[in-house]
């Protein structure tokens, strides 16, 4: 039976790293399991369901972006953050569009790290207030199972990119700024750039639009940020 601890699977090949992660979150009270390589990391993502994954990009094996994609395309929805030493914005960037919710550039501070953990577990609370369901052409978004369907089926979305999805139908017709989106969804810990923001909305639209390159419902706002309509 599974604690009521957060499990969060920290995957790294260098031992100190990893010996400092798991040291570190079990403090906080966090369940810790581990693995250094790419393909122990699917077996224990797939088997053992951890609430979170602290992925290292540069694993023996398989990468941790292709971890990342292939446990998307499998259907699992566990926050991901990405930890590496690279620093281009195309390799962030490329780490939100296989899936990531955040990216650590190494080194890191740890405090930054562990408030950061904290950010992506406390996503997802839905308001208490307004509709539990909004439906706009072939979509139907289910904040109380948090399960978005277009035309009947399920539409595979992280967390992060059903978090801001609901926040939209939540905010629908508002011309809504990309820093006031940033801090509403992801809160004052969030440590991303508007680029990585729009990395998500250029991902939802490929998944709910009929055009995504001519959305009718994320719309752009020029300058200002996004606005939703049915």
Known sequence: MKSDKAR????????????GLEENLKSAGYEVLTATDGPKALSVALGAAPDLIILDVML?????????????????AAPII????RQDEFDKLHGFEVGADDYVTKPFSIRELMARVRAVLQRGKASSSGPRQ?????CVVDLESRVCTRKGKEVVLTR?????????????????????VM???????????????????ASLRAKIEAKPVQPKHILT??????KFAK
Do not use: H
């Not at 801001?164 to 820093?179: D, I, M, Q, V």
């Open 8 to 19: 969060i699977l920290v995957v790294e090949d260098d031992e100190t790293i990893m010996l």
């Open 60 to 76: 023996p094996g398989i990468s941790g972006y292709e971890v990342c994609r292939d446990l998307r395309e499998k259907g699992k």
């Open 82 to 85: 990405m930890l590496t030493a």
């Open 134 to 138: 909004y439906a706009f052409d072939d």
């Open 160 to 180: 992060t990119e059903f978090d801001l999805l609901a926040y939209f139908c939540r905010n629908e017709g508002k011309a809504l700024s990309r820093e006031q």
């Open 183 to 201: 801090q509403d969804v992801w809160g004052m810990q969030y440590f991303g750039t508007q680029r990585s923001l729009d990395s998500f909305v």
């Open 221 to 226: 706002v020029r300058g200002v940020g996004y």
